[in-house]
């Protein structure tokens, strides 16, 4: 009934942020390498990935690029996680050098969909945070104040509107402030979230909120629908 399309990027990580999904009944999780096959889903996720600039431009030479902004222009939804995210932003920085390996500085355009700015720096943030959803606006507005919970791993520093903050998060293992992250743009058909949070839809309840609001989309509801606790299903898999 839920198509989700998750872009194949030939560098992804960290795919199993979309295990949630798959323990829908109801939903498909398909992995997309070509254009082609992108078809016309419910919903569209750029995962994370090893190298954000050059799948970015794997993204822009494969025409993959060119087809997630036709279907966000139509009011598909968008969803980006840690190097999604950054690509869907107005552009990357790259002052040292460190993704594409030449120690030369680059800037490279975003697919512009978020207004957001990356810089990569030269120390990677890791770290497992936990926190909420906060004013979620447009068709997800019923994660507003979820909570959530997962990790950061990641080189870069994203600027973005505080007021369009997708989560306030702050570290599990460590001293901290809680501070805004993630971002959002709901202008005219637009639908398009980001987030660094790897595990962003483990949370009880988040995987469901999400397919519920993309199935009110079509017209339709999820009526007694069978679910599980993520945690304790992923506890399970590592057993």
Known sequence: VIDIAVVRTPRISNFT?????ESIPGVSLRYVKHPRDLHSPDMIILPGTKNTMGDLIWMRESGMEA????EASRGKLIFGVCGGYQMLGKQISDPYGEEDGTGKAN???GMGLL???TTFIEKKRTIQMAGKFGQV???FSALSGLPLYGYEIHSGVTEFPEEKALTSISPIHEDGEIMAEGSQNTEGKLNVYGTY??????GDGIAVKIVEALLAKK????EDIQTINFAEY???QYD
């Not at 942020?17 to 999904?21: A, L, Q, R, V």
């Not at 087809?67 to 036709?70: D, E, H, P, Q």
């Not at 949070?197 to 483990?202: E, L, R």
């Open 137 to 139: 606006q447009g068709i």
């Open 17 to 21: 942020d979309f295990n949630p999904f």
């Open 197 to 202: 949070v790897h595990g962003v839809f483990d």
């Open 219 to 222: 017209g339709k509801k999820m």
């Open 67 to 70: 087809a997630v902004l036709k």
């Open 115 to 117: 207004n957001i700015e």
């Open 234 to 236: 992923k506890r399970q």
């Open 107 to 109: 800037v490279t355009p």
